[in-house]
């Protein structure tokens, strides 16, 4: 059990355009959903705390109006890049921890580049 | 904000030697700490937490106060070991939500 998927896996944009990526627990009800960026060849940076009903929670210097996060349920959060531009491109991650447990299950992760 | 630190970006041993990762972490009393393991082309995923001192193919990792450390040992290495693996702990000393501050990581390769 524990599993999370993201979709789409792979998205290539044009610069402007807005990209919605989704992240969905299959088989558990995740009360909060992470937000992670990840460059080449570097560590996974977290962006935003999202917990389900609530406004996400996010990370010194990341943009709220760039990086929108929704969490309308216990099985979903979307990432929303808005206006997106080549700095953007990147390796997104979602995770997602079940009510009262600190293990955090980890998306397969979606590879954004915008051109 | 608490910290941790893996020194090397890059490690590379033979099969059948012992390997070790190192991580250490800036001090904290109680420090909650992980191993995350990233194999080629798939997620990340926890490969051990140091309260459960349990041991995860063959990997074992032990909470050094003195020396703030939660290096990963494993005795002896095989060649699917190879992969990227994180040291983490919560962002926030008593942090409800558990963010995680992960280490930039070290990349184990195990030469046949």
């Known amino acids: 059990g524990a599993v999370v998927s993201q979709h789409p896996s792979r998205v290539i944009c044009k610069s402007g355009t807005s990209v919605k990526i989704e992240c969905r627990s299959l088989d558990f009800q995740a009360t909060t959903m992470f937000w992670y960026r990840q460059f080449p060849k570097q560590s996974l940076m977290l962006m935003a705390t999202s917990n389900e009903g609530s406004k996400a929670t996010y990370e010194q210097g990341v943009e709220k109006d760039k990086f929108l996060i929704n969490h309308a349920s216990l099985t979903l959060s979307t990432l929303t890049v808005t206006s997106a531009h080549p700095e953007d491109s990147s390796f997104y991650i979602c995770?997602?921890?079940?009510?009262?447990?600190?293990?955090?299950?980890f998306g397969p992760g979606t590879r954004l580049l915008v051109l | 904000a608490q910290r941790v630190t893996q020194p090397e970006k890059l490690l590379s041993v033979f099969k059948g030697a012992p390997v070790e990762l190192k991580c250490n972490y800036s001090y904290s009393g109680s420090p909650e700490l992980f191993w995350y393991v990233q194999y080629s082309r798939q997620r990340l995923q926890l490969l051990l937490r140091?309260?459960s001192r349990e041991s995860i193919k063959g990997f074992t990792a032990d909470l050094n106060k003195g020396e703030t450390s939660f290096h990963l040992k494993k005795p002896f290495a095989q060649e699917e070991d190879s992969a990227m693996y994180y040291c983490?702990?919560?962002?926030?000393?008593?942090?409800?939500?558990?963010?995680?501050?992960f280490g930039k990581g070290t990349l184990l390769t195990v030469n046949p």
């Open positions: 995770s997602a921890r079940r009510a009262g447990r600190e293990t955090q299950y």
């Open positions: 983490a702990r919560p962002k926030n000393s008593g942090g409800s939500n558990y963010k995680l501050t």
């Open positions: 140091h309260i």
